[in-house]
């Protein structure tokens, strides 16, 4: 299985900053023959169940605000919220979908300072 | 705007089979693949396999020799079994659905249901 490894475990962030997680794949996740990286990222708030927000590495799901935003290729990603909303708080998941089965990151969870 | 539901027993004995159901709703199953993944409290997500519209299956290794997921086309509901279930087992359970086009990008989601593994 291709593991998954997000740093860091938890940040705190204050309102209106930057918050910024990476997610590492044991090997890589692209796609030569399409130059797609199969790399999505998930917001889980407490009590619900995950909302994919970022798919293909940097592509936004429909209606998710501009604030999120994906990036990295191969092993190395990157998920950034670009200004801290209190809606935000929530652990965030890398997945990796390039190989079966797909795997999880071991989340971070995003708080206010 | 497709809906998914889970529903089944909330307790299940040590040894005994892990039967849920997710319903779908304001869409057809008869698109689409449908996944289980589950979420031992307070810890990460697993996912436990698919059935696609036609019916073909795919399972997490980990957990290829006790679990079967069906479909059933004529409920709109798509279902899990565990079988041999131990207390590791307990866990929230989803299901999920993903386009064919993207089988493992998750975008419809259930609200979960809590199966624990007691006697």
């Known amino acids: 299985d291709i593991v998954m490894t997000q740093s860091p475990d938890s940040l705190a962030v204050s309102l209106d900053e930057r918050a910024t997680i990476n997610c590492k794949s044991s090997q890589s996740v692209l796609y030569s023959s399409n130059n797609k990286n199969y790399l999505a990222w998930y917001q889980q708030k407490p009590g619900q169940p995950p909302r994919l927000l970022i798919s293909w590495a940097s592509i936004r799901e429909s209606g998710v605000p501009d604030r999120f935003s994906g990036s990295g290729s191969g092993t190395d990603f990157t998920f950034t919220i670009s200004s801290l909303q209190t809606e935000d708080v929530a652990v965030y998941y890398c997945?990796?979908?390039?190989?079966?089965?797909?795997?999880f990151g071991q989340g971070t969870k995003v708080e206010i300072k | 705007q497709v809906q998914l539901q889970e529903s089944g027993p909330g307790l299940v004995k040590p040894s005994e089979t892990l039967s849920l159901t997710c319903t779908v709703s304001g869409g057809s199953i008869n698109s689409d693949y449908w996944s289980w993944i589950r979420q031992p409290p307070g810890k990460g997500l697993e996912w436990i396999g698919y059935v696609s519209y036609t019916g073909s299956t795919n399972y997490n290794p980990s957990l290829k020799s006790r679990v079967t997921i069906s479909l059933d086309m004529s409920k709109n509901h798509f279902s899990l079994r565990l079988r041999s279930v131990t207390a590791a087992d307990t866990a929230i359970y989803y299901c999920a659905g993903a386009p064919d086009r993207d089988v493992y990008n998750f975008d419809h989601w259930g609200p979960g249901t809590l199966v624990t593994v007691s006697s």
């Open positions: 997945q990796q979908y390039y190989g079966t089965p797909p795997t």
